[in-house]
């Protein structure tokens, strides 16, 4: 009697098994299908939902920790949120600075976590974009807002030398940060006193 209890439960446990792997194979050829996809739906429609969300059988989501896909699901999330916050564009509509700081969380986050050095450089680069953006959003804090656009930027180049983009946009800062400067000193001389501050279209460096 245990001889056969004891096959029945080896049974059960060798089907048990067979059932999580058929379904740990169909979580990964929809990881495999899913990915591209929404990859070309993000290039069509940034703000798509459900982006990079595949339903998923397997439980504790198996098939994508045994891809290894987190760190690049992290970094399309984090472009994504960059893009739906709109960074280039001036806005001061309800939500704008709720979505831009979510953005720069997200890109912070990968950061912090992520072993790959290009887009290490890449998310320090766009973090350095939302400073721009909350420069001109907040004329009062512009200064501070330039100069951590500028570290955000000497990170990117850190990491990346070959970031043409992050040379560029720390370029462009330090020379808007040199016109914010001058046009506070300006105004602390003279009552009415005008600066170069804002000659140039906001976004002129990316």
Request: glycine share 10%; proline share 2%.
């Amino acid at each position: 009697m245990k001889v056969v209890v004891v096959r029945l439960v080896g049974a059960a446990a060798c089907l048990a098994a067979a059932a999580f792997l058929v379904l740990l194979g169909v979580d990964a050829r929809a990881w495999g299908t899913r990915v591209p996809a929404d990859d070309l739906r993000f290039r069509h429609d940034p703000l798509t939902g459900h982006l990079w969300d595949a339903r998923q059988l397997a439980p504790f989501g198996a098939a994508r920790n045994l891809l290894g896909i987190d760190a690049d699901l992290a970094y399309r999330r984090a472009l994504r949120g960059f893009r739906v916050a709109r960074p280039r564009d001036t806005l001061f509509e309800q939500g704008v600075t709720t979505r831009r700081i979510r953005a720069q969380v997200e890109l912070e986050q990968y950061l912090a976590a992520s072993n790959d050095v290009r887009r290490k450089s890449q998310a320090a680069n766009l973090i350095g974009i939302l400073g721009f953006a909350a420069a001109a959003q907040d004329a009062g804090q512009r200064v501070t807002f330039l100069n951590d656009a500028i570290a955000s930027f000497r990170n990117a180049i850190a990491l990346d030398s070959g970031n043409d983009d992050a040379y560029y946009n720390l370029e462009y800062a330090l020379d808007q940060l040199k016109e914010a400067s001058d046009f506070q000193a300006g105004s602390g001389k003279r009552l009415g006193g005008t600066g170069g501050a804002g000659a140039r279209d906001t976004g002129h460096g990316y």
